[in-house]
């Protein structure tokens, strides 16, 4: 991997408020979180971490494949699920996405609109990996994310929990980026966190509605991410409801997180006046958080589409047939602007 760039680094707002039931239950505790600012401050804050030198020249070595397979869904390690309210209707069940060349332009899934709109295929998309990291206990855990494209190339989306563990947590370590990740195979590399960035919301207050995270990634011997892999568009202040294809690596049973599954469905506003969430029907279980909510997906072209949503929480850790999304409004596309230069 080619030398570790070293970009500034400072804040920018976000947003407030609470939730239950869900993909990350996060500990109760009154300490304060490491580098969270302190109690008071804006909940509408960024926060970021810059990865300590040295940290990713030594992740080659440290996730070993055998390390990598024995990582698990952050939301399920020691975690006692909370009851959640009923699904207002019948799940999406994940499918599998027809798989795309390794080289050139990747080849059209084929597909069909189903009743409702729900297609039956959609490409698997190298834009789309698999996230591996350490949490503050000291465990390897799994999520997902994908490649957005910014100004330097270099940027994904996750969840907030897949980069911090929330209400007196602490940042985590160790975090890895593989795209299109294949059972245990990585055909385009990996990329390594340089600049962790998290939303006072979630690191202070556990509200899923601001459980995004965004990682700034080191090149590598191929580059930087966005150049290398290709790179979504995000969209924000959209209305809530919108087709979309939500992607990710589920890893809780029935899953095993070796291939990406997908929901497509119509989004909507979540009733809930605690957080401000979108959801939609759908059983993707742990492992699948950070992954994309995808507007405008076009399966002729493996990067299209807008990232208008991630992967957050769902209705119940055991049996899940609603996933939920923070609604991305003026924070997010800050956010965006401000991280997408470094």
Known sequence: MSGIRHRRRHSIAAGLAAAIALFLIP??????????????????????????????ARLAEYWTPERMARAVPFDLADRTPRGGQAAPQAPAAPRKPTGPAAT???????????????????????????????????????CSGSAV???????????????????????????????YYD???????????????????????????????????????SGE?????????????????????????????PFDGQWQYFCAATSSQRSWWTTDQIKIPCNMTGGSSGGPWIFGKDDNV????????????????TAPTEMRSPYFATWVGDAFNTYSNY
């Open 149 to 179: 494209n910014s100004t330097n190339k270099n940027m994904v989306f996750t969840a907030g929990h897949c980069v911090h563990g929330g209400p007196g947590q602490s940042w985590n370590s160790n975090w890895q980026f593989v795209p």
């Open 302 to 317: 493996y990067y299209s589409g807008w990232v208008n949503g991630v992967n957050s929480n769902v209705d119940s850790a």
């Open 27 to 56: 500990t109760a505790a009154t300490a304060q979180a490491a580098g969270a600012p302190r109690k008071g401050a804006d909940p509408a804050a960024a926060v970021e971490h810059a990865v300590p030198a040295g940290e990713s």
């Open 183 to 221: 059972h245990g195979n990585r055909p385009y590399g990996t990329w390594w966190a340089e600049t962790l960035v998290a939303f006072n919301g979630w690191t202070q207050s556990g509200n899923f509605g601001y459980d995004l995270g965004i990682v700034i990634t080191s090149p590598n011997s």
């Open 104 to 142: 050139g332009s990747d080849p059209v899934a084929g597909h069909a609109p189903a009743p409702g709109g729900i297609r039956i295929s959609v490409t698997a998309t190298r834009v789309v990996g698999k996230v591996f990291f350490t949490g503050s206990d000291g465990k390897d855990y799994v």
């Open 225 to 253: 991410l966005v150049n290398a892999v290709g790179g979504m568009g995000i969209q924000w202040n959209y209305p809530k409801d919108r087709y979309v294809t939500s992607m990710g690596y589920p890893q809780a049973p």
